[in-house]
């Protein structure tokens, strides 16, 4: 872990009795938040009242679901409100003011906080971002760190400004990203260290002895949202490429392609060496394996495929199925 000047993760027995115990608001929607709200709870903290999204419908039958960070926080027997919109929430604004909390703690809620919000506790508004900043700042910096291949990302805690995580950074912590790995494995193992980060942050802070140092914008980059476009191959691009972006884009919007007008989910695939350079998007059966060209002459093995309408399968389940021909084009 480094504040920007280096210090211990885990608090010695003797120190933790010796904590004052702050007054917290926590704001947060998905698994990633639970984490750092358990420890928390589990820290001694007062947790007053929990925000997160309004239930949301999910699957085929459209029931209701509760964010995990609401089941989390009834499983507490803590307060929860869910507002739609928080900006000019009168009711919302006179619940906080009436709480007068120390900080509110954001991680991952989902939602713009507006200026009063901002301006209400004197410890500010705490964010846990899935990154090290002022790298991927956004909705999806897991996500898109693994996409670019970064071998190492991180958390970091920030005190919230009315920018997109633009914010002064507290502390923050790195961790290794296996070239395996999926966005799904590193946000879990992200939610795991971002805990004990805060509850260093908010320890710090109360010590007085962290001070919050001002990113470098000029080496600010960016993480938007996703969108299912995203998981379109290009197959102009490299297979390591092709193959991080699959790894990033897990366990939405994948990676998909277009077999004989039909859409091809490819579930699983990987970079092979291949002697023979292919065209790019083109389909080369070596073996029983489906092959396909990349960029910089690079070669793409698919190995387990879904087609439009049918089950998923393995590739050499389609090439015996679908009578696929090498020289066959991807992607048109």
């Known amino acids: 872990m480094h504040s920007m000047g280096g210090s211990e993760a885990s608090i010695p027995a003797t120190n933790r009795l010796l904590l004052s115990k702050m007054k917290l608001v926590f704001c947060g929607t998905p698994q990633f938040a639970v984490p750092t709200l358990e420890a928390v709870i589990a820290a001694g903290h007062q947790v007053a009242l929990?925000?997160?999204?309004?239930?949301?419908?999910?699957?085929?039958?459209?029931k209701l679901q509760a964010p995990p960070v609401k089941q989390a926080a009834k499983a507490h027997s803590i307060p929860v409100m869910q507002p739609e919109k928080i900006k000019?929430?009168?009711?919302l604004r006179a619940e906080l003011e009436s709480i007068a909390p120390d900080a509110i703690l954001v991680v991952a809620y989902g939602r713009i906080i507006p200026q009063w919000m901002l301006d209400l506790p004197r410890f500010?508004?705490?964010?846990?971002?899935g990154s090290l900043l002022p790298k991927y700042r956004g909705a999806a910096p897991i996500q898109w760190a693994v996409a670019n291949g970064e071998v190492v990302t991180g958390v970091t805690t920030m005190r919230l400004d009315a920018g997109l995580d633009t914010g002064p950074?507290?502390?923050a912590q790195a961790i290794p990203v296996g070239e395996e790995e999926t966005a799904v494995d590193v946000y879990e193992n992200l939610a795991e260290v971002g805990a004990p980060l805060m509850i260093e942050t908010l320890r710090r802070l109360e010590a007085g002895d962290l001070h919050p140092e001002p990113q470098d914008h000029s080496l600010a980059t960016h993480a938007p949202i996703l969108t299912r476009d995203d998981g379109r191959i290009d197959f102009s691009r490299s297979a390591r490429e092709i193959y991080n972006r699959w790894r990033g884009f897990q366990p939405w919007p994948g990676a998909h392609t277009i077999l004989r007008g039909k859409k091809l989910i490819a579930?699983?695939?990987h970079p092979v060496d291949h002697h023979a350079p292919l065209v790019p998007g083109t389909i080369h059966l070596y073996e029983g394996r489906l092959l396909v060209g990349c960029g910089s002459s690079s070669v793409l093995e698919l190995d387990e495929v879904q087609l439009e309408g049918k089950r998923r399968m393995s590739a050499a389940e389609l090439l015996r199925g679908f009578q696929i021909n090498p020289g066959e084009r991807l992607g048109e």
């Open 124 to 129: 500010g508004n705490i964010n846990l971002h």
């Open 50 to 62: 929990v925000l997160t999204q309004p239930d949301r419908p999910v699957g085929r039958g459209q």
């Open 267 to 269: 579930h699983r695939l």
């Open 169 to 171: 950074m507290l502390l």
């Open 88 to 91: 000019n929430n009168a009711e």
